[in-house]
Structures are given as structure tokens and as C-alpha cells.
């Protein structure tokens, strides 16, 4: 007789892949958030670009994977910066709805973009990686790399943080927008940088997620809201919450869809959520209100 | 290449121009009587992938023949086409446009049942006529007595019963099994279609007397269905009855082939399943031996039991077909079901409809649509029309309709029941070959 049930267990350990696949969605955003004070909507959308690139890159150009991820990676952070410069830079000033409404029309627009340019097919890179058999247990290669990824990247990006001069300048101005700038920091050009680092970590969520998900013009909307309830849960701005309640929210949703059905994993999850916003609405690992 | 880069290019400008909201008229016809149809697919959103966007294309062809023909007994055609976005609201709210002001005289279309469902209802409020080309969900015509909507498809009912009948007459001869041991797994996308499916597959397991394991619906869109595998892998079905769209298809088989989920047979019901190229393109090789539930392909079909005008029919649209999406390798059963049905309308309905009832208006059309009475054999999809009247719990569905269930062996669809169109022998269970083969 089996000590522990090893289903369970396979449970836990798919929910502790997911939440690195969430993790890596909002590692992005969090940080554009907690830097520009604007919430990228389309954010998503620009992972489903950085998918397309990889699909183009890999499957019809042929080019090594290895070096297809780092030209999407460059890719999507130009598009971070053209993003802020274009959309972002413009409403600084606006009131938080009216950046919200203009980069909910990018994603609209990247959306229908992306169905001239790439037609309305599911495109894949055709790829299976092997699979790991540890206990008894399957693990997918494709989401063990996404989970590394998301570890590698939150250290990576914190150490950046805390560690560089430029660093530190996007956290002082992420604390006092209005004050930095009188001290001689150039906010324009830490923007310019936290975009491209978002940015660059969206092309990096694309890198992995075409390794496990079929690119269509829509695929952001299968990750889009969940990404941003995370992000919320977490406390908007702060990744390494996000980076916790990537996790809590994956294993709900994997021990929830268990032991009953699949939907109320999802049910649980957003229950949770709502709970949290009235018990801790600064989300859970606010700092400040 | 250049060809095949320039088709895709138009197409996707049509469909941005549909995404838009921009409707797309050809020429006006300038003077004479004409039918103006409104044709409603998703032509973007995930529907449109997943098997919508061929629909339309059949539909298309087959419209544009008739249109070039210079129409039907004295009516010149028109078709307005509309694009639901893979969102029921749009559905409703484009079917509700097009009638309100485009003017137009009937409906054709409609892929998803979760659309079909709703629009269903408000284009019969609004008495106008409703000819269903694609969705199958028996809810869109289940005790709801609609008169002025008509569906030539098999309802997704008739899918899940068939499925499950051919488990059962195949469970002892190639499973080894006796049904009653037979252990099965129902899952399915959570909307109208997968519901519907799944009650007949759950219908007819309960009928053989098989062992349901589990019995789940998921969303479409839902980022990850590893719970759902796993739970899979505790029942240890032998047998999985799927239906989805995709890419849900994809992902499901992704995951089951990561986290070594084992069976003996799959069986998947239309949608995503019945677009082979697409199933071949994300999963390789694994898709060999998976069986199919739809209509039957109109390339699929014995000609000889066709009507003698139905063979040339079926060239053409392939011809069109092969036009429009050049190297295909796998001609889907959608773009035929789609035009074959169509085709059905424009040559049984339309014509009885003008001469008999005078006019095209949604009574005549719908006299002329129950009045509709072909054989076996009178359809490019083989089955013959008699549609269910008044009274009748399902009115409007076709009665004569049936899926076939086909299987995928070395890049060729097979059918392998009903006994009576089968061509080679199903292969059961899933060869060692394959890597979701029960060891």
C-alpha cells in the first residue's frame, strides 16, 4: 500500500511547474508597474509577438533556437521601449483610466494586427521535449525550463535592483517619481530601461511559452487576466509577491481541479482572490498601502 | 509559394476587415430580384483556427459557384459576410445587424453551438430563416420548436451515441474486453458543443454498460489541464471520449504525452480533430490511430452512391479548396460539410421555395425546407434530408443525418464505421508505436 498518494503528489508538483509559468508572466509587468506606475493591459500581447518570432525564426528560418530566443528576447524589449515611447511616455500625466483605456487599444490593435500579418492559424514550433520520469512521476522539460527561467529571472532582476547603480535609480524612482528627478535623475531614461527590461522579459515568457503553447493571434487571452489577478494578488508592483502568489494561485488551481472538477480549481482560485482583496486588498506581500 | 503567401495574405486582410466590423458585399447587383444572405463564421478569435475559418470557405465556395451561375430560378445571390469573433454576444449582435440593417433575407452559418444557441432564438423572434451549416449542439433545436430553423448537420447527441456504439461492438473482438469491464473517460470543452456530445457518449457507455471513470468538461481557454490528466491517469481509462476545439486539443495531448497518460483508443468528436494538418503540425506522429467523429469528408465518400451531379460538385470545391489553401495535406472534412450543406440549400431549398411557395421570404423557405425529401445518398455527405416539423421535440433538425467515425492511420483518414461505409478495419487497440499505447 502506497504511504503517499502519488497522484497528489503529481498534483503538487504540476502546480509548482504552472506557478513558474505564472511567475514568468508577471515577473514583466510587476516590475513596469511598480517602476512607471502604468499598467501594461497588452502586456499579453506582446509575449504572442515574441511567440510569433520564435515560430518565424525557428520554423521557417531555421535559425538555432538558442539564437532565435535571444533575437526575440532583444526583440520584444525594443517593443517595450517603442511601447512606452509611442503610448506610455504621451500619458504620464494622464489620469491611470485613460493609460489603461490606451494600452487596452495596443492590445486590440496588436490583435488584429497580428490576424493580417499572421493569418488566424495555430502555428507551433513543432517541438517535443523529452520527458523526465522521477518516482513514478512525469515531468514536462518544457515547464521545468519555464520554472528555472522565472527562479533565474527574479534573482537575476533582483540583483539588478540592488546591486547596480542604475539599479537603485529605478527603485528610488519607483518610491517618489516627483522627487528623483530633482535630484538629478534622468526619469525619462529609467523608464526607457524598465520598459526595455519588461519588455525583455515578456520575450523571454515567449521563448518558453512556445515551447508548450500553439501561437494564434488570441493566445493572450488565455494568460492576459489571470496574469494581472496575480499581479494584484501579489501586491501590483512588487514581483517577488507576484513571484509568491504565482504559486499559491497554481496550487489551488491543481489540487482544486484533483480532487474536484478542473473548473473548480479556477473557482477556488478567483474565491481566493476576492477573500484576499477584502483581508489584505494591498495584496499579499504589500509593503506600503 | 507565392500563390499560397498572397491567398493567406487576402484572406487575412478579409478577416481583419471582418474583425473590423466592415462588412464585404460584392457588386451590387443592380436590378432583378435578389437573395441576400448573411453569413456568419468567426473568422478571427480561436474558433477561427480551430475550424470556422474552413466552414466559411466551403460555404464561400459554394456561394460564389451559385453567384457566378447567375443565381437561382431568376433570384441573383448576394452574400454579406459577418464575423462572431468567436464571442456569442458578437453573434447575436451581427445576425441581429444584418437583419435590422442589412436588410438581408435569411442566415447561413454559424460554427460554434455556444453561439448558435443564442442567435438561434433571436433570429427565429425576428422570423427570419436560419440555415445551419456547421454547429451540432441538440440545444440549439431541443424542445425549443423553432420554425424558422433548420439544421442538415447530426446533432452532437448522434456523435456521442455513435462513438460509444463502436466501442462497444469492438470491445470483446479487439479489446479483449467485455463492456461491462471496459473502463471509459468522457471529457469535453464546458460549452454547448461538449456538453451536448458528452451526454451522448455518457448515454452510451451507460447503454453498453461501461465503466465511466470520469466525466469532466474544462474550459476552452483554460491555461492548463494537468489536473485533468492526472486525473485521467488515476481512472486508467481504456477508452477516451474527447471533444474540443483547439487549441485545447493540442494542449491536452501535449500534457498526456508529458505526464504518461496510457490508453487504448482515443476518440475525438469533429472540431479540432477534424482538422488532420493542424493535429499533425503540433503532435507529430502521435496523432496516428486517433479516431475521428464528424459528417463524413465529401472526399471520403463512395461517388457511386452519390447522386450522378454530386461527384462533379465535389471536384470543384476541391479544386477551390486546393486554390485557396495550396499544399493542404489532409483535405478537411469541414471546408466539405460546410459546402455540402450550403449546396443542399441552394439547390432543394431556394428553388422549391421560389417556384412552389413564391418567394424567399422565411415562411416559403420554410415550407420549402419541410418539403425537403432526399434518399440516402442525395447529399455530397451521403446522407439523405427529411427535416423534423412542428411537434417534434428536435423540429428543424435533419432526421436523415449521421457522423461516420473515421481514423488517422500514416497521414490518411479511413473510415472505419459504421460497418456499413467502412474501408479498412479499426485499428485497436493503439499500437505499441505510439507513445500513449497502454503498455
Not at chain 2, 7 to 32: I, Y
Amino acid at each position: 500500500m502506497a504511504i503517499v498518494d502519488i497522484f497528489l503528489l503529481e498534483a503538487l508538483l504540476n502546480g509548482v511547474l504552472l506557478g513558474g509559468v505564472l511567475a514568468l508572466l508577471s515577473l514583466g509587468l510587476n516590475l513596469i508597474f511598480g517602476v512607471i506606475d502604468v499598467v501594461w493591459i497588452c502586456y499579453a500581447e506582446l509575449i504572442m509577438l515574441g511567440m510569433y518570432g520564435m515560430y518565424f525564426l525557428y520554423t521557417v528560418y531555421h535559425a538555432p533556437i538558442v539564437a532565435a530566443a535571444a533575437v526575440c528576447i532583444v526583440a520584444v524589449a525594443v517593443l517595450g521601449v517603442l511601447l512606452h515611447v509611442l503610448v506610455i511616455a504621451p500619458l504620464l500625466g494622464a489620469a491611470p483610466i485613460n493609460q489603461l483605456l490606451a494600452t487596452g487599444g495596443v492590445l486590440f490593435f496588436l490583435q488584429s494586427a497580428a490576424t493580417v500579418l499572421f493569418g488566424i492559424e495555430f502555428k507551433n514550433l513543432g517541438l517535443r521535449l523529452p520527458v523526465l520520469k522521477v518516482a513514478g512521476m512525469f515531468v514536462s522539460y518544457s515547464r521545468l525550463l519555464a520554472f528555472a527561467a522565472a527562479l533565474i529571472g527574479m534573482v537575476l532582476v533582483y540583483l539588478f535592483l540592488t546591486r547596480t547603480y542604475t539599479g537603485t535609480a529605478i527603485r528610488a524612482i519607483a518610491q517618489d517619481r516627483q522627487i528623483m528627478p530633482l535630484m538629478g535623475v534622468d526619469s525619462r531614461r529609467i523608464y526607457l530601461i524598465t520598459s526595455a527590461l519588461g519588455g525583455g522579459l515578456a520575450g523571454l515568457a515567449a521563448c518558453l511559452l512556445v515551447l508548450q503553447y500553439d501561437v494564434h493571434p488570441f493566445v493572450g487571452l488565455s494568460f492576459g487576466p489571470i496574469t494581472f489577478l496575480i499581479c494584484v494578488l501579489g501586491s501590483l508592483g512588487n514581483f517577488v509577491g507576484g513571484f509568491v502568489a504565482a504559486f499559491v494561485f497554481a496550487e489551488i488551481i491543481a489540487l482544486g481541479g484533483l480532487y474536484l472538477d478542473l473548473e473548480w480549481g479556477y473557482v477556488f482560485a478567483f474565491a481566493f482572490f476576492i477573500v484576499m482583496m477584502f483581508v489584505r486588498p494591498e495584496g499579499l506581500m504589500a509593503r506600503r498601502s | 509559394m507565392c500563390r499560397h503567401r498572397s491567398s493567406r495574405l487576402a484572406f487575412a486582410l478579409v478577416a481583419a476587415a471582418l474583425a473590423l466590423g466592415v462588412v464585404w458585399t460584392p457588386a451590387p447587383f443592380a436590378q432583378g430580384k435578389k437573395l441576400k444572405i448573411g453569413v456568419v463564421y468567426d473568422y478571427t478569435g480561436p474558433f477561427a483556427g480551430g475550424g470556422s475559418e474552413l466552414h466559411a470557405l466551403g460555404a464561400k465556395i459554394m456561394i460564389d459557384y451559385f453567384i457566378k451561375k447567375g443565381g437561382v430560378e431568376g433570384y441573383q445571390i448576394e452574400a454579406l459576410y459577418a464575423d462572431a469573433q468567436s464571442k456569442p454576444d458578437v453573434a447575436i449582435n451581427e445576425a441581429v445587424r444584418m437583419i435590422e440593417q442589412e436588410k438581408v433575407d435569411m442566415l447561413l452559418g454559424f460554427y460554434s453551438s455556444a453561439e448558435c444557441v443564442p442567435a438561434a432564438a433571436r433570429i427565429e423572434q425576428l422570423k427570419k430563416f436560419m440555415w445551419i451549416t456547421t454547429c451540432i449542439s441538440s440545444a440549439v433545436l431541443e424542445n425549443r420548436n423553432l420554425k424558422y430553423v433548420f439544421r442538415t448537420q447530426p446533432s452532437g447527441r448522434q456523435f456521442g451515441l455513435m462513438s460509444a456504439d463502436f466501442v462497444a461492438k469492438n470491445a470483446k473482438a479487439k479489446l479483449g474486453k467485455d463492456a461491462k469491464d471496459l473502463r471509459v473517460a468522457i471529457i469535453h470543452e464546458d460549452g454547448a458543443y461538449g456538453v451536448d456530445v458528452s451526454k451522448g457518449n455518457e448515454e452510451g457507455a451507460k447503454k453498453a454498460g461501461f465503466s465511466i471513470v470520469l466525466k469532466e468538461g474544462y474550459a476552452a481557454t483554460a491555461p492548463d489541464l494537468a489536473s485533468l490528466v492526472t486525473k485521467l491517469k488515476r481512472g486508467r481509462p481504456d477508452v477516451v471520449f474527447h471533444t474540443g476545439y483547439n487549441p485545447d486539443i493540442t494542449l491536452f495531448l501535449r500534457q498526456a504525452r508529458e505526464q504518461g497518460l496510457r490508453f487504448s483508443a482515443l476518440i475525438g468528436h469533429g472540431a479540432g480533430y477534424g482538422v488532420y494538418d493542424k493535429l499533425k503540425e503540433s503532435l507529430g506522429k502521435d496523432v496516428n490511430w486517433f479516431f475521428n467523429v464528424d459528417p463524413i469528408s465529401i472526399w471520403l465518400t463512395n461517388e457511386k452512391a452519390l447522386k450522378k451531379e454530386l461527384p462533379p460538385m465535389i471536384k470543384l470545391i476541391g479544386d477551390e479548396y486546393e486554390k485557396a489553401r495550396p499544399g493542404t495535406q489532409v483535405k478537411s472534412a469541414h471546408v466539405g460539410m460546410s459546402a455540402s450543406n450550403t449546396y443542399v440549400f441552394m439547390t432543394e431549398v431556394l428553388p422549391r421555395a421560389i417556384k412552389k411557395h413564391g418567394g424567399i421570404d422565411a415562411e416559403a423557405l420554410r415550407k420549402a425546407a419541410l418539403e425537403v425529401d432526399l434518399p440516402e445518398g442525395g447529399t455530397m455527405l451521403g446522407f439523405g434530408v427529411k427535416f423534423l416539423g412542428e411537434g417534434s421535440p428536435m423540429a428543424g433538425q435533419n432526421d436523415r443525418a449521421f457522423p461516420v467515425i473515421v481514423q488517422y492511420v500514416d497521414d490518411k483518414p479511413y473510415i472505419v464505421w459504421p460497418a456499413s461505409l467502412q474501408q479498412r478495419e479499426p485499428v485497436l487497440p493503439l499500437p505499441g508505436t505510439s507513445p500513449y499505447a497502454a503498455q
